[in-house]
Nanobody, 121 residues
Framework: EVQLVESGGGLVQAGGSLRLSCAASGFTFDDYAVGWFRRAPGKEREAVSCIHSKDGVTYYVDSVKGRFTISSDNAKNTMSLQMNSLKPEDTAVYYC??????????????WGQGTQVTVSS
């Protein structure tokens, strides 16, 4: 059974940093890419970033390029998203997702429960 458990969300002031982590089980990072979607209040969900360590593919939505960095640890089956220079518009529920990653986007198949990130101005 695929399971994805997020941690690391919280409240931070604009300009601050947070690190989201995702612990995966039931599959390996060779099988699926992993990454993050987010859903902000009143907005559609958005693919934020993904990584497929098997072939080195990563993706970032334009709005987070240069601020967010995704990484994975295959030995531990964990994945992290380092978020720097956070903005109020980054406020959303962030979901760890397993799926397919390409340089132009990310499609999800399995979803975690989500973790809230709130950036105050």
């Amino acid at each position: 059974e695929v399971q994805l458990v997020e941690s690391g969300g919280g409240l931070v002031q604009a300009g601050g940093s947070l690190r989201l982590s995702c612990a995966a089980s039931g599959f390996t990072f060779d099988d699926y890419a992993v990454g993050w979607f987010r859903r902000a209040p009143g907005k559609e969900r958005e693919a934020v970033s993904c990584i497929h360590s098997k072939d080195g593919v990563t993706y970032y939505v334009d709005s987070v390029k240069g601020r967010f960095t995704i990484s994975s640890d295959n030995a531990k089956n964990t994945m992290s998203l380092q978020m720097n220079s956070l903005k109020p518009e980054d406020t959303a529920v962030y979901y760890c997702v397993a799926g397919r990653c390409a340089p132009w986007g990310f499609t999800g198949g399995y979803w975690g429960q989500g973790t809230q990130v709130t950036v105050s101005s």
